[in-house]
C-alpha cells in the first residue's frame, strides 16, 4: 500500500473502475426507468379498465331504463313509435348483453358478473310483464302488425274481457305498480353491487401496482443518487490526480522550475521524466565556460553558446528572432568603433528589458543577433509583434546621446521547421526579406 501511495495512484485505473461503475448504476436506471414505465402503463390501464367495466354495468342499467321509458310511453299513448323503440333495443342494441360479455372477458371479474348477471335476470324479468302490457295496449288498439314475441303473450281470461280503455289502464297499472319498481330496484341493486366489486377489483389491483411504482422509484432515486456521488468524486480525484497537478507545473514551467511530482502515477512519470531533462539541460547550460559561451562586449551568448543552445531546442516549443542593425558599418564609420560598441550594448539590454529571463540572447556575428524564445509554442503573433514594437522605439531614442537604430528582424516559429539548421535558415530569409522590404521591420516566416 505505501508503495502505491508512493508511486501514484493510476489516474486511469481509477477513471477505467469508475466508469464501468458509473455505466452499470446507468444501466440500473435505464432498466428501472423501462419498468416504472411498464407500471405506470399498467396502472393506467387497470384505471381505463375500471372505468369501461363500471360503464358497462351502468349500460345496463341505462338500457333497463330505456325499456321502462319506451314501454311506460305505449302504455300511455298507445304510439306505435315506442314500441318500435323498444324492440329496437331489446333484439338489436342488446347493451344489456354486451355488459354481461365485457364482464366475462376474465376470470377476476367473476364476482362483479354474478352481480351484474343478477341484475340481468331480474331485467329479463321484467320483461315478461313488459310483454303482457304491450299485449294489452295491441288489443286495446287493434294492431295486427306486431313483433312475433308479442303474440306468444296470452292474456287472462279477466283481462282479455276487459274494453280497450280498460285495457290500457290495466297495461298503465302493471308498468307502473309496486311489482314492477320492485324488480327495478333488483336490477339497480344488482348493477351498484357488481360496480362495488369492480372497484374492490381495480383497487387492489391499482394499491398492488403503487407499492411497485413507489418500490422501483425509490431504486431510482438511490441509483441516481449513487450515480451523482461517482460524477462528482470522479471530478474531484480528476481535479486532485491531474487538473491542479497541470495547472501548477505549468506555473512551475514558467517560473523556470521543476515541476513538483504530485498527482498521478501518470503524471508523476511525466514529471520525473521532465526534471530529468530539466536538471540534465541546466547542468549543461551551467557547465559551459562563461568566457566560452558569452560575449565579451554585450555579455550575450558567443557563437559557441549559440550553437549549443541551437542544437538542444525543444524546436516545438520555441520562436527564433533574428535582429539585424541597419546599415551599422554607417555608425562605425561615421561616430568610430567605440559607439558602434556602444550600440550594440544598447540593443542588447533593451532585448534583455523586453524578453523572459529564461529566453536566449546570442551574438551570431558582428551586428547579428538571435534570441531564443523558450516555451513559446503557443504564443501567437501578436504578442511578439508588440515586443518588436517596444524594441524599434526604445532602439530609435536619443536621449542617452546615441543615434537613432534601427533594426531587421526575421521570425521563425521552431515547430514549422525540420530541423534546428532550417530553423535558423527560415529566420535568416525572413530577415532578409525585411531588408527587402525597406529596412527597419520585422517579418515572419509562415
Sequence with gaps: MKKTLKKGISHRLVHLWLMVIILVFSAVIIVAMVHLTETFLDIRDASRQKTELKNAALELMNASDYL???VQRFTIDGDRQFLDRY???AFESKRREEAVTKLSAGEETTEALKYLQSAMNSSLELMNTEYYAMRLVIEARGYTDYPEILGEVTLTESDEALSPS???RRATELVHGDGYYELKDKIRSGMKDSIGEIDKLTDSIEESELDTLTHQ??????????QALLVLYLLWLTTRLVINPVLNAVGQIKDNQPITEVGSREFRYLAGAYNKMYEKNRSNI?????KASH?????????AGYDFLLSNLDLAATYMLLFDVDDFKKFNDTYGHETGDKVL?????????VFRDDDCICRIGGDEFVVFMMHSGGLNHRLIESKIELIKTELEKTDDGLPAVHVSIGVMNGSKASDADDLFKKADEAMY???KQGKSTYTFNS
Design 286 to 290: 551551467e557547465s559551459l565556460s562563461y
Design 217 to 226: 422509484i425509490g431504486i431510482v432515486h438511490i441509483a441516481i443518487l449513487i
Design 345 to 353: 550594448i544598447k540593443l542588447v539590454n533593451v532585448l534583455k528589458r
Design 166 to 168: 280498460e285495457k290500457m
Design 295 to 303: 560575449d565579451e562586449l554585450t555579455g550575450t551568448y558567443n557563437r
Design 68 to 70: 321502462t321509458e319506451q
Design 87 to 89: 324492440f329496437t333495443e
Design 433 to 435: 526579406e525585411s531588408k
